[in-house]
């Protein structure tokens, strides 16, 4: 009897391990017609094995008209990779082939779609300056945040 309560303390403990992983490695953003993420500011915890961005867009427009991804850059970098990203065009996710200023970004989504990107955050500096930025044109004037390496 007693081993027994052990034994389910234990699955327990292992159980509430797992879901605090989950709560602390990943993060859901949502994107709408209005072109608004609904968080100002996202932080990653830098000692994740991974870490998950969920990008889901509740509004009804497609993705050529209100399309919206995310993507992940320094602060400093935020605005040419904006402005270069138009150039590179909706089959590109507006974002330049191997652009290293855009440390993650996921692909562009319409109205009632949802994706996700998962990166390792090791390289991050804790404490560093990061932006969120959405790379459709035009839309980071509204669609950008703060990033916190923590
Ligand atoms: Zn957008």
Not at 94 to 106: I, K, S
């Amino acid at each position: 009897m007693k081993m027994l309560k052990a034994m389910s303390m234990a699955t327990l403990l292992s159980a509430l391990a797992v879901s605090a992983w989950a709560d602390d490695c990943s993060v859901t953003i949502d994107s709408s017609d209005q072109m608004r993420f609904d968080k100002a500011t996202i932080t990653i915890d830098s000692s994740c094995e991974a870490f998950t961005v969920n990008v889901t867009h509740s509004g009804k427009l497609p993705r050529n008209v209100m399309g919206h991804n995310w993507a992940l850059t320094k602060t400093e970098d935020l605005a040419a990779v904006a402005r270069d990203g138009i150039q590179a065009g909706l089959d590109n996710n507006y974002v330049l082939p191997n652009d290293g200023r855009v440390l993650a970004y996921t692909p562009i989504i319409g109205g009632g779609e949802s994706t996700s990107i998962s990166f390792d955050p090791s390289g991050l500096l804790v404490g560093g300056e990061y932006s969120f930025l959405c790379t459709f044109p035009g839309h980071s004037a509204l669609m950008k945040g703060a990033v916190v390496v923590k």
